[in-house]
């Protein structure tokens, strides 16, 4: 059964750089098949696509976050990482990765990982 | 603000039918899926494209779709629904990822 696990620091000061990453197990990041993503929510806030990227590396940014999201792949690996640059208490949230199927008509997130808290705090 | 529109909350009698909706212009070329979030959880894929439902999401739970309009209908309510609902498609533009702000479902 694919599962997905995010890591990294807790708390990240404001200015920093926010680094995560998502270890897959269970399944193949290199298949042609899926996208790899990362969501985020604010506390007691809904849910915010911050991009995806495709196992060749392709990646696709939410127009919101894009100049200071960095997502990159290891296949070798099996994980992806995300980069969030000049962070901000907004920037305060649960995040999540997630696999996720973009096809023509339709695109779903299969499977997600538990999330983990990231807060921004001096 | 999203592209994609939902109800901040619906509430429903235990046992009776409720339909949560999601509006967008996207939705008009594009289905929309459909996430179940209890407190403290990962979200859960609850409906996929015309009306799909994944392994293990009971058939209580259906899609359909209206011009604009995307709608997830929980037929028979039970308890255990009660949850934060989530619709999900592609933005106006179709380039990129959206989701609804949300709808707090309360099963009464």
């Known amino acids: 059964q694919l599962q997905l696990q995010e890591s990294g620091p807790g708390l990240v000061k404001p200015s920093e750089t926010l680094s995560l990453t998502c270890t897959v197990s269970?399944?193949?990041?290199?298949?042609?098949?899926?996208?790899w993503g990362w969501i985020r929510q604010p506390p007691g806030k809904g849910l915010e696509w911050i991009g995806s990227i495709y196992y060749s590396g392709s990646t696709y940014y939410n127009p919101s976050l894009k100049s200071r999201v960095t997502i990159s792949v290891d296949t070798s690996k099996n994980q992806f990482s995300l980069k969030l640059s000049s962070v901000t208490a907004a920037d305060t949230a649960v995040y999540y990765c997630a696999r996720h199927v973009w096809q023509q008509l339709v695109l779903y997130f299969q499977h997600w990982g538990q999330g983990t808290l990231v807060t921004v705090s001096s | 603000s999203s592209e994609l529109t939902q109800d901040p909350a619906v509430s429903v009698a235990l046992g009776q039918t409720v339909r949560i909706t999601c509006q967008g212009d996207?939705?008009?070329?594009?289905?929309a899926s459909w996430y179940q979030q209890k407190p403290g959880q990962a979200p859960v894929l609850v409906i996929y494209g015309k009306n799909n439902r994944p392994s293990g999401i009971p058939d209580r739970f259906s899609g359909s779709s209206s011009g604009n309009t995307a709608s997830l209908t929980i037929t028979g309510a039970q308890a255990e629904d009660e949850a934060d609902y989530y619709c999900n498609s592609r933005d106006s533009s179709g380039i990129y990822v959206v989701f609804g702000g949300g709808t707090k479902l309360t099963v009464l």
């Open positions: 996207s939705l008009r070329s594009y289905y």
């Open positions: 269970g399944g193949s990041i290199s298949s042609s098949s899926y996208y």
